[in-house]
């Protein structure tokens, strides 16, 4: 599980830097604020709140010099988790009620409408078995994200800001 990331205090690449090979907790501690970022390798979660929390966005290898514009973040990135590369088969249950209760469905693909697909209203908790995955808030895989790794999660609402997901996609090299 390997990965780069450097972080710039200014926009455009510009002031003090800081690289990160891992996860970081808080990036403030390093530098003052983050307003660009260059993904060398891997795949980061990066989040708004130091400690992994907050709204959450996906970067994969390439430059962000101005990424509040792209990623929405009024603030700055507080902290990066680095997402480890699954090469295996990828395998989910998405159930409509929290703790496991109401229709259940098996994702092994992406999904882009959760209603469309399976005629679910609402998806209020999941078991990840095999991967790792984002849900979204908005069908086609747009809105606020919610990163998550093998486990059983018995209530999304609690967990993700409150948000209704609409679509689910597998984390892939590319």
């Not at 680095?82 to 090469?87: G, L, Q, S, T």
């Not at 078991?127 to 069908?139: A, K, Q, R, T």
């Amino acid at each position: 599980m390997s990965g780069k990331i450097i972080f710039f205090e200014e926009r455009n690449f510009q002031g003090r830097s800081y690289e990160c090979i891992g996860d970081c907790s808080e990036i403030t501690s390093h530098l003052r604020r983050c307003s660009s970022c260059r993904v060398e390798s891997g795949i980061f979660m990066v989040y708004d709140q130091p400690y992994f929390r907050g709204l959450q966005y996906l970067l994969t290898k390439g430059e962000y010099p101005e990424y509040q514009d792209t990623i929405g973040f009024s603030d700055c990135i507080q902290s990066c988790r680095i997402v480890p590369v699954h090469a295996g088969p990828f395998k989910m249950r998405i159930y409509e009620k929290s703790n496991f209760d109401g229709q259940m469905h098996e994702l092994t693909d992406d999904c882009h409408s959760i209603q469309d697909n399976y005629n679910m209203s609402d998806l209020q908790s999941c078991n990840v078995m095999d991967g790792y995955w984002l849900m979204f808030e908005l069908p086609n895989f747009e809105g606020r994200m919610l990163y998550l790794k093998p486990g059983e999660y018995k209530n999304l609402r609690e967990i993700g800001n409150d948000i209704r997901f609409k679509s689910i996609r597998r984390i892939t090299e590319s």
